[in-house]
C-alpha cells in the first residue's frame, strides 16, 4: 500500500514592515483626516494669540514680531501633541485597539512609528499655516528659506512635545487621567512661558522657564527666523530639545502598557 502524498495547501507570504508600516499610515491618516475638526482647532488656537499680540505692546512683551510667531506655533503644537496625541493613543488603549493591532503580524514599532509620523506631518502643518498668517499679520517678509527652516525647527519642537506626550500617555493609564493632566501641564507650559521668560515670576523662574520645553523651543524659532543673531544659546537649545526628546521617549517606551489594566 502506497501512502498518499499530502500535499499542504499554498500560503501567502508574510507582509514586510514597510508594507505593514504603509498599511497603518493610510489607516491613520484616514482616522486624522475624519476628525479633522481637532486640527482645526489646534490651528485656530495659535491665530487667536497671534491676533491678541498684534500690537506694539504684545510685541514688545513677547519680544518682538519674530519672537511672537515661534510663541505661537510652539503652542500649537504643544496643544495638538501633549492633549491631542496622548489623548488619543490613552482612548484606543483603553478600547482595545492597541490589543488588536498587537495580535496581527505588524511589529510594535510599526504601530508606534505610524502614530507617530502622522502627528509629526499635522505639526509640519499646522507650523506652516500659522508662519503664514503670522508673517501676514505681523507684516513679516519671510523668505522661502526661513520657511524651510522653520518645518525644520518644527520638526525638532514638535518631537519634544510628541515625546512628553509619549511619556504622559506611558507614565498615566487612563484616559480621564490623561485628559486631565495633559491640560494641567498644558497650562503650566503656558504660564511658564508666558510670564516666566518675561521675568514677572522671579529671575529664578525666568530661568527656570528660559531652559523648560516652552522656552528651549521658542529660542530655536527666534534663531532660526533670523540667523544673524544666532548665538551660543540657540545651539544649547537645539541640545536642549534633543535631550528633552531623549528622556520623554526613554520615559514613555519603558513604562508604556498596550492595555489599561
Known amino acids: 500500500m502506497t501512502s498518499a502524498a499530502v500535499v499542504s495547501p499554498a500560503q501567502s507570504p508574510a507582509p514586510s514592515p514597510v508594507d505593514i508600516l504603509r498599511s497603518l499610515l493610510r489607516a491613520d491618516f484616514a482616522v486624522l483626516v475624519k476628525n479633522r475638526r481637532s486640527l482645526i482647532l489646534s490651528i485656530l488656537l495659535p ?4 491676533l491678541v499680540t498684534n500690537n506694539a505692546r504684545g510685541e514688545n512683551r513677547l519680544g518682538g514680531s519674530l519672537l511672537v510667531v515661534g510663541v505661537c506655533i510652539t503652542y500649537g503644537l504643544v496643544s495638538t501633541s501633549i492633549m491631542g496625541y496622548a489623548l488619543s ?3 484606543d488603549r483603553e478600547k482595545g485597539v492597541f490589543q488588536r493591532l ?4 505588524a511589529p510594535t514599532w510599526t504601530i508606534m512609528a505610524s502614530r507617530l509620523a502622522v502627528q509629526s506631518v499635522a505639526n509640519l502643518v499646522i507650523a506652516l499655516v500659522v508662519a503664514v498668517v503670522g508673517g501676514r499679520i505681523h507684516h513679516l517678509h519671510l523668505s522661502a528659506e526661513q520657511y524651510l527652516l522653520v518645518l525644520a525647527a518644527s520638526l525638532l519642537s ?3 512635545f510628541l515625546a512628553i506626550g509619549q511619556a504622559l ?5 487612563s484616559a480621564d487621567s490623561v485628559n486631565s493632566a495633559g491640560r494641567i501641564l498644558y497650562l503650566c507650559l503656558v504660564f511658564l512661558g508666558l510670564l516666566g ?3 514677572s515670576l522671579g529671575a529664578t523662574m525666568q530661568s527656570v522657564a528660559l531652559w523648560s520645553p516652552v522656552g528651549v523651543t521658542m529660542s530655536l ?3 532660526v527666523l533670523d540667523l544673524s543673531r544666532w548665538s551660543s544659546h540657540d545651539t544649547l537649545s537645539v541640545v536642549a530639545c534633543a535631550g528633552y526628546v531623549v528622556a520623554g521617549a526613554a520615559l514613555g517606551i519603558r513604562w ?3 492595555d489599561a489594566r
Do not use: Q
Not at 47 to 50: N, R, S
Not at 169 to 173: A, E, F, I, K, Y
Open 47 to 50: 491665530i487667536a494669540l497671534l
Open 89 to 91: 493613543v490613552a482612548r
Open 102 to 105: 498587537r495580535v496581527t503580524p
Open 158 to 160: 514638535g518631537a519634544v
Open 169 to 173: 500617555v506611558g507614565l498615566v493609564r
Open 197 to 199: 521668560l518675561e521675568g
Open 221 to 223: 524659532y527666534a534663531g
Open 256 to 258: 508604556f502598557r498596550w
